[in-house]
């Protein structure tokens, strides 16, 4: 009877862990029949990401091996995309320099977004002298557009992966300072939060507990948007020589050495790591507009 007993409660389990994943594919349908556009930027996104993960597991040859035989070698079976004038892998070195782009763009996103959110929280909450600095430091470094403060910083950092993220990161605080801002400035003023002030709630626990959730659904809009303009940048940046160094595989970089010499002669090194730039940043856009109208509860249904 135990025995019986046990094998039911267990199938009654399964039963219900199925009709769980089979609700959440059945939403995942709804939404990409909703948001096309989205999902299809969505999928640009996640075949980046893996590409990036399990680049080992993609390619057939390293990013980094020289082969003079095949110098300028033209898409064939062996190399999908062609050849540098190096001898390089072309496809190997774009799934290669999409880690380099997700680790670049991510890194800045979130160090930028973090920065921006103290600031934001800061500036909004606490208001009087301190919204004043805050608010004059970041009229200063929005003076400049992202990519020349960008170019600013990584002149002064020198090239490097890790300076070329805090070159990135930094243009990127004051949008999104003033977006949590703005959000904080409107949620100050509502009854949970004179609620909290009744019973005793510091300040800064008022802040991170219950405004700064508040302020996720358009942060998370925004960190979408930034990761394309961050990827962008720093395919800019390496284009221009003060991104990422040699050797490492980068998109931009690759542009670099082969538009202004080989365009005519070798097209097939422009066009790739172009054509990957271009269906990154635009996957990033059409995931962020996506989740934009699913966030705005003015959109629901």
């Not at 782009?101 to 979130?110: E, K, P, R």
């Not at 992202?146 to 949008?175: D, K």
């Amino acid at each position: 009877m135990a025995t019986d007993n046990n094998t039911a409660a267990h199938n009654a389990r399964l039963a219900k862990a199925g009709a769980h994943v089979d609700g959440k594919l059945a939403e995942i349908k709804f939404l990409a029949r909703r948001y096309p556009l989205g999902a299809i930027g969505a999928v640009i996104v996640i075949l980046f990401v893996f590409a990036a993960l399990f680049a080992e597991l993609i390619t057939v040859h390293d990013p980094l091996a020289t082969n003079s035989e095949f110098a300028l070698a033209a898409p064939s079976a062996d190399y999908w995309m062609g050849a540098d004038n190096f001898g390089r892998d072309i496809y190997s070195r774009i799934v290669f320099g999409a880690r380099i782009s997700l680790a670049v763009g991510l890194g800045s996103t979130i160090a930028g977004c973090v920065l921006g959110v103290i600031l934001g929280l800061l500036s909004g909450y606490m208001s009087g002298w301190i919204d004043l600095a805050v608010q004059r430091l970041i009229d200063v470094m929005q003076a400049l557009p992202l990519l020349v403060l960008a170019l600013v910083m990584a002149a002064a950092l020198g090239p490097s992966l890790e300076n070329t993220i805090i070159a990135i990161s930094i243009p990127i605080v004051p949008h999104v300072a003033r977006v949590i801002r703005a959000n904080t400035l409107a949620l100050r003023e509502q009854p949970f939060v004179e609620a909290a002030k009744a019973v005793g709630m510091s300040d800064f626990r008022i802040a991170i507990r219950h405004v700064l959730p508040n302020t996720l659904a358009p942060l998370i809009v925004l960190a979408t948007a930034q990761l394309g303009s961050a990827i962008l940048t720093e395919a800019s940046l390496s284009f221009l020589g003060l991104g990422i160094p040699e050797p490492f595989p980068s998109w931009g970089r690759m542009l670099s050495e082969s538009a202004a010499e080989y365009l005519r002669t070798a097209p097939w090194l422009v066009i790739f790591p172009g054509l990957a730039i271009s269906l990154v940043v635009f996957g990033t856009n059409l995931m962020g507009d996506a989740l934009r109208d699913l966030l705005d509860p003015r959109q629901r249904t």
